[in-house]
């Protein structure tokens, strides 16, 4: 009897679905006027501060269906720059000019980088070129400042996993990008982001988890695996990524925790769960099913006096999509960091 007893108690057990850690509300500060083209339009963000006049900091933000945006500290749109299907952004401040790199859709069979200088003064971006980077359908954007040299690099994240690195050389009069070298993921990934200091790349495979690399292009292109998508912690899809970083090498890094409408937060350097947040809660609706996060730390004035988080909202009914402002401030006193 024994046996037939453990066969049917096996088959009467049931198997439990995760559930995802609790996380407090945090307001939104702002948001952006609604992007033009509805259903899934909005996509990834970026800030650019203006140490001289904090209330002249931009937002940009694409619109993957007609082109990209930027925003005033308020949320009003102050320019427009049509492009066809521009995917994720980021951008750096070189000193002399201010860069900007949008992953490039328009074909779906080559990959393409599109460039911008983001004129800051009349707070519109002026276009320098698309420029081809491999085979495929390209998804994710982010950049690289080398430290030792100042050497500017971009990564871009196709759709199936591949991630090209290129080489962006801005010192002749048209920009040359060159792309360097490849790596590859196992499934669809698309956010990524690089810290500057250490010169580490993270990217995050949607249905899988956190990955990092090397963003040297002589280092190894192996793949480190630092956090999994645990329906728990971190609900697939991971998407955006961001950084908060401290010292030489600590800090946060955040994650798009798109399946329960949250965000996750990594201690650095060793990338320990460090808790999570949602956005809503306050007389501006909250964000749901977001696709790209940008975090700059720093002091944007009074309504942000430690830095600025910027979320894409999926579902910003009855209007169409847009982007979010949070006070980094309200972040750390939700989850008691330090």
């Given amino acids: 009897m024994l046996p037939f007893i453990a066969i049917l108690l096996a088959g009467c057990a049931t198997t439990s679905t995760p559930v995802a850690v609790e996380a407090p509300m945090v307001a939104a500060t702002a948001e952006t006027d609604p992007v033009d083209t509805a259903a899934d339009a909005a996509d990834d963000p970026a800030i650019w501060r203006d140490a001289g006049d904090l209330a002249k900091s931009l937002v940009i933000g694409t619109d993957k269906k007609a082109g990209i945006h930027v925003y005033s500290l308020t949320g009003k749109r102050l320019s427009f720059t049509p492009a066809a299907r521009l995917n994720n952004v980021d951008l ?4 002399t000019r201010v860069i900007a790199a949008a992953s490039d859709r328009a074909d ?25 980077v491999g085979p495929g359908e390209a998804y994710g954007m982010c950049l690289w400042t080398r430290a030792r040299d100042h050497a500017l690099f971009g990564f871009v994240v196709l759709k ?3 991630i090209d690195q290129v080489a962006i050389d801005l010192s002749g009069a048209s920009p040359k990008v060159t792309t360097v070298r490849s790596m590859k993921l196992g499934t669809q990934s698309e956010g990524c982001v690089v810290d500057d200091r250490t010169g580490q790349l993270y990217v995050a495979e949607e ?8 963003a040297d292009p002589s280092a190894p292109v192996t ?7 645990d329906g728990k912690t971190l609900v697939a899809d991971a998407e955006g990524l961001a950084l908060a970083p401290s010292g030489r090498n600590g800090g946060y890094l955040v994650v798009s925790s798109q399946g329960d409408n949250a965000y996750t937060l990594y201690r650095l350097p060793g990338v320990t769960y460090a808790g999570r947040f949602r956005i809503g809660g306050g ?20 309504a942000y006096p430690q830095g600025l988080f910027v979320a894409q909202d999926g579902d910003n009914a009855p209007a169409t999509q847009n982007f979010k402002y949070v006070s980094w401030a309200s972040v750390k006193r939700a989850l008691k960091l330090r």
């Fill in 223 to 229: 793949a480190t695996a630092i956090a999994k998508v």
């Fill in 283 to 302: 007389a501006i609706d909250g964000t749901s099913d977001t696709d790209g996060i940008e975090l700059m730390l720093g002091n944007f004035g009074p």
């Fill in 108 to 132: 779906i069979a080559t990959a393409h980088v599109s460039l911008f200088t983001l004129d800051t003064a009349a707070a519109k971006l002026v276009p320098l070129g698309r420029f081809p």
């Fill in 160 to 162: 199936d996993g591949r």
């Fill in 207 to 214: 249905d899988v988890g956190l990955w990092r690399f090397d």
């Fill in 92 to 95: 750096r401040d070189l000193g």
